[in-house]
């Protein structure tokens, strides 16, 4: 019997799988994740797997975000003892950030505040063209692999997966069904019964390359563009080169010229990159779920049931994820009549 249906099994969809049992205390064999794609899948369609994947400054500064990104960071230990440490596809690694204009006191003040080892660099350390830059300690993720422990971590639980495909926003709400969370990302943009013109893809190109003398993160953020350098935990040496921020750009295919431009910017960014030959593995594209207004998590009531709405978070799933879930998960217990049902 599933009571509670989670559509959606990317990144945000297992984070408020997760709120759902651990703050909402839902029985999880009263769950079901239902996905056209499931962890281990791979399709331009599902994002998850395509993330750069750590803990970055790529989110915006709103009040909201700044809240579901410290959330998300203050409680991923949690997550990763729960799921068996780093061998999960989750681990810690050092991070420099620089950003060609100052990123406003709004984020800064709300990034020392929680960040490991927060430290801002020097200005005479700063690279030509860069206006300020920090230091902090930060969280990896190994896409992939997280996303498959974490499906595994709540189907032990008792959580239901389900892979099928949905036309309509109704065709969730299965015989004994209270609430559906809607988690589905870029997909919002053509479900019926959703349909929201709002959501539109941030396309990014990424190549893979084997460097494991590369244990560290680097990030630049330009007004256009954004150059980042993201180890992957537990991956024998994966390291991931980006990227590109185009907006509205659906196409999943891959081209030359931009992994070229990639490999020359992030090698200017950490010249030491080169210090082995660059063994490229694979190159990539995703398309991050945007939202025109920002991320979506609201409640809806239709008749005596519930649709709770979280979607939109663009490239910052990993970082703000938990947090979204979190909120989507306050407005379910919010509402006395539906989540006294359970």
């Given at each position: 019997m599933?009571?509670?249906?989670?559509?959606?099994?990317?990144?945000?969809?297992?984070?408020?799988?997760?709120?759902?049992?651990?703050?909402?205390?839902?029985n999880?064999?009263?769950?079901?994740?239902?996905g056209?794609?499931?962890?281990?899948?791979?399709?331009i369609?599902y994002?998850?797997?395509?993330?750069?994947?750590?803990?970055?400054?790529i989110?915006?500064?709103?009040?909201?975000?700044?809240?579901?990104?410290?959330?998300?960071?203050?409680?991923?230990?949690?997550?990763?003892?729960?799921?068996?440490?780093p061998t999960?596809g989750?681990?810690?690694?050092?991070?420099?950030?620089?950003?060609d204009?100052?990123?406003g006191?709004?984020?800064?003040?709300?990034?020392?505040?929680?960040?490991?080892?927060?430290?801002?660099?020097?200005?005479?350390?700063?690279?030509?063209?860069v206006?300020?830059?920090?230091?902090?300690?930060?969280?990896?993720?190994y896409?992939?692999?997280?996303?498959?422990?974490f499906?595994?971590?709540?189907?032990?639980?008792?959580?239901?997966?389900?892979?099928?495909?949905?036309?309509?926003?109704?065709?969730?709400y299965?015989?004994?069904?209270i609430?559906?969370?809607?988690?589905?990302?870029?997909?919002?943009?053509?479900?019926?019964?959703?349909k929201?013109?709002?959501v539109?893809?941030t396309?990014?190109q990424v190549?893979?390359?084997?460097?494991?003398?590369?244990?560290?993160?680097?990030?630049?953020?330009?007004?256009d563009?954004?150059?980042?350098?993201?180890?992957?935990?537990?991956?024998?040496?994966?390291?991931?080169l980006g990227?590109?921020?185009?907006?509205?750009?659906?196409?999943?295919?891959?081209?030359?010229?931009?992994?070229?431009?990639?490999?020359?910017r992030?090698?200017e960014?950490?010249?030491?990159?080169?210090?082995?030959?660059?063994?490229?593995?694979g190159?990539?594209?995703?398309l991050?779920?945007?939202?025109?207004?920002?991320v979506?998590?609201?409640?809806?009531?239709?008749?005596?049931?519930?649709?709770?709405?979280?979607?939109?978070?663009?490239?910052?799933g990993?970082q703000?994820?938990?947090?979204?879930?979190?909120?989507?998960v306050?407005?379910?217990?919010?509402?006395?009549?539906?989540?006294?049902?359970?």
């Open positions: 599933s009571n509670v249906v989670v559509l959606g099994s990317g990144i945000v969809g297992l984070y408020t799988t997760y709120c759902l049992i651990n703050e909402a205390k839902i999880p064999s009263k769950i079901i994740v239902i056209e794609h499931l962890p281990g899948d791979m399709s369609k994002t998850s797997p395509y993330a750069g994947g750590n803990f970055s400054c989110s915006p500064n709103d009040p909201d975000t700044l809240a579901y990104d410290k959330f998300t960071y203050t409680h991923l230990a949690e997550i990763q003892k729960k799921l068996g440490g999960s989750l681990d810690n690694r050092p991070s420099t950030e620089f950003w204009e100052y990123p006191d709004d984020k800064i003040n709300s990034l020392k505040a929680y960040l490991k080892d927060f430290k801002v660099v020097p200005k005479p350390q700063l690279p030509a063209g206006a300020y830059g920090i230091t902090f300690t930060t969280w990896n993720f896409c992939p692999l997280f996303l498959a422990t499906r595994k971590y709540l189907e032990k639980l008792g959580v239901q997966f389900k892979r099928q495909k949905l036309t309509h926003i109704s065709q969730a299965l015989p004994h069904t609430a559906v969370f809607n988690c589905t990302g870029i997909g919002a943009f053509s479900l019926s019964g959703v929201d013109s709002s539109y893809p396309r990014g190549l893979v390359v084997r460097a494991p003398h590369i244990q560290e993160n680097r990030m630049r953020w330009g007004a563009y954004a150059t980042y350098i993201i180890p992957r935990p537990n991956s024998n040496g994966q390291l991931i990227g590109f921020l185009q907006k509205d750009n659906w196409t999943g295919d891959t081209f030359d010229e931009e992994s070229k431009d990639i490999i020359k992030t090698t960014l950490l010249p030491k990159i080169l210090d082995q030959p660059l063994e490229i593995l190159v990539a594209a995703g991050r779920p945007s939202r025109h207004g920002g979506r998590i609201e409640a809806e009531t239709k008749e005596d049931k519930l649709l709770i709405h979280n979607y939109g978070a663009s490239g910052y990993y703000a994820g938990l947090g979204m879930g979190h909120k989507a306050e407005l379910f217990q919010n509402n006395k009549k539906v989540y006294a049902k359970l």
